[in-house]
């Protein structure tokens, strides 16, 4: 990730007067800051006129210097004192809208089975790297939509920046109504009267059209059931599906014999 950010930032300061000058930042990711994450900063070199032993530990935004790291927690010396998601649209709605639409995705090809034709259509979250592969193949897909990622941007730019400079850096709530994680996406699509539905993958939709048209046609679908619990709970509740189902095929006998 740091290798990514640095190459990135080259990329686009190339050729600019901040070429040499630009910094990295990141807010209070526990990974970033761990010693072992630091001293690998510390090991790329980008030296200056002037400043030859000068690395990309030295090029990050954080809290530094002797005076400055007495004003502040142990804890955060040397680094960040936390996380503002007002600032960050990933960590404030933008990673939501990938989950509800990889799971809408998923409930859509969960009737599909290994060995049907539509089996590399199939989103689940069974295994790390299929979670990872439907994640990926929703954003693919196209959610969350440009214009979902344009209003959040957009936000910090025309609204939370006002804000944090109105109370002059310190402390501001994510929303001034705010009684859900999604308070500020609610309180706009409230005022648009219209809310924008997730885009869900097409090829996902149409296989799960496919085996509705398949069922109103007498095809049948194979459905699976998802026993979840734990120990003598998880038995009780096989015992009840299992006694159940001998007692409708004993009623059925019973009708054939009627």
Request: hydrophobic share 35%; charged share 30%.
């Amino acid at each position: 990730m740091m290798d990514h950010i640095i190459q990135e930032g080259t990329r686009i300061y190339k050729g600019t007067r901040h070429e040499h000058t630009w910094l990295i930042y990141h807010d209070h990711l526990k990974i970033w800051w761990e010693k072992e994450s630091q001293e690998y900063l510390k090991s790329l070199s980008c030296p200056i006129e002037g400043n030859p032993s000068r690395t990309w530990y030295d090029r990050q935004i954080k809290i530094c210097g002797e005076t400055n790291n007495s004003k502040v927690a142990k804890a955060y010396q040397n680094c960040l004192p936390g996380d503002s998601p007002e600032l960050m649209p990933l960590d404030c709605h933008l990673f939501a809208d990938v989950q509800e639409g990889a799971a809408k995705n998923v409930a859509l090809t969960y009737h599909i089975l290994d060995g049907h034709a539509d089996a590399a259509l199939k989103y689940s979250f069974a295994t790390p790297h299929k979670v990872f592969d439907a994640l990926q193949r929703t954003i693919l897909a196209g959610c969350p939509s440009p214009s979902r990622i344009a209003e959040d941007v957009g936000r910090v730019w025309g609204e939370t920046l006002t804000r944090i400079i109105d109370a002059k850096g310190t402390y501001i709530e994510d929303c001034l109504n705010k009684t859900t994680r999604h308070g500020v996406r609610a309180q706009h699509a409230a005022e648009a009267k219209k809310s924008e539905p997730l885009p869900v993958d097409a090829a996902a939709t149409a296989a799960f059209i496919r085996m509705v048209k398949a069922m109103k046609e007498g095809g049948g679908v194979t459905f699976t059931f998802d026993l979840m619990g734990e120990g003598d709970e998880q038995g009780e509740l096989e015992t009840t599906l299992e006694r159940r189902v001998i007692e409708d095929e004993c009623d059925e006998d019973e009708d054939e014999d009627e």
